[in-house]
């Protein structure tokens, strides 16, 4: 059995509206026009994240940050639950979203799939040059 694998950001991700080469910021471009049309969790509504996709699952997931903290590490993972249609905050960065995840340690799954809900085994490896 093969163990999932998470490649993060590159690092070329920036702010919201700057142009970004590359998988990353067509992600984020997603995100956004996703964001404008898609239902929101109630603490989400009328909130105008900044959205740096940093991951999508086998279900089409999104998984963002918002970036509109000029601190990194103040982020929050805001995930879009494709088969629910539904975007949702997460007060937790990149890592701790992703252990929480894979040790399922929130009430429910965030991700559409439960492809990596209770993983004990998961390896982190950066991709590509």
Do not use: Q
């Amino acid at each position: 059995m093969s163990r999932p694998i998470w490649t993060p950001c590159d690092g070329s991700c920036r702010r919201r509206r700057t142009v970004v080469r590359g998988s990353t910021g067509t992600l984020s471009a997603n995100a956004e026009a996703d964001w404008e049309t898609e239902d929101k969790a109630p603490e989400l509504e009328g909130t105008s994240p900044v959205l740096i996709n940093w991951g999508v699952d086998a279900t089409a997931d999104m998984l963002c940050w918002d970036a509109s903290d000029g601190d990194p590490a103040k982020w929050p993972v805001v995930v879009y639950k494709r088969n629910g249609s539904l975007w949702s905050r997460y007060d937790c960065g990149m890592v701790e979203f992703l252990v929480r995840v894979l040790r399922a340690d929130f009430p429910e799954c965030p991700l559409g799939g439960l492809f990596l809900w209770g993983v004990s085994e998961a390896a982190f490896e950066k991709r590509g040059g």
